[in-house]
C-alpha cells in the first residue's frame, strides 16, 4: 500500500489544453521549454494522459510577470 502521509490534497492538476490557454503557448513551444528546463514538467497520470501542477504554472506566469516588470522598470528609470 502507498503512504498518503506525503500527499498534499490542496495540489490541482491541469490538462495540457488548460495550460496552454493560461500561457498562450502552443503544445509544441510548452515542450520545447521542458526540455530547456524552462518549464514545469508535467505528472505523467496514464499512459495517454498527463497534466500540470496549477501551482507551478501560476509560478512560472508570475516570474514572467516579475522578469517583465524588472526589466521595464530598469528602462523607466534611465
Do not use: C, H
Not at 490557454?21 to 494522459?49: H, V
Amino acid at each position: 500500500m502507498s503512504d498518503l502521509s506525503n500527499t498534499d490534497s490542496s495540489i490541482q492538476l491541469v490538462d495540457r489544453t488548460t495550460v496552454e490557454k493560461m500561457t498562450s503557448l502552443s503544445k509544441t513551444q510548452i515542450y520545447a521549454l521542458m526540455q530547456e528546463g524552462k518549464f514545469p514538467r508535467q505528472i505523467n497520470l496514464s499512459a495517454r494522459s498527463v497534466a500540470w501542477i496549477l501551482a507551478e504554472i501560476t509560478q512560472w506566469i508570475n516570474d514572467r510577470k516579475r522578469d517583465r516588470d524588472i526589466k521595464y522598470s530598469r528602462t523607466d528609470s534611465q
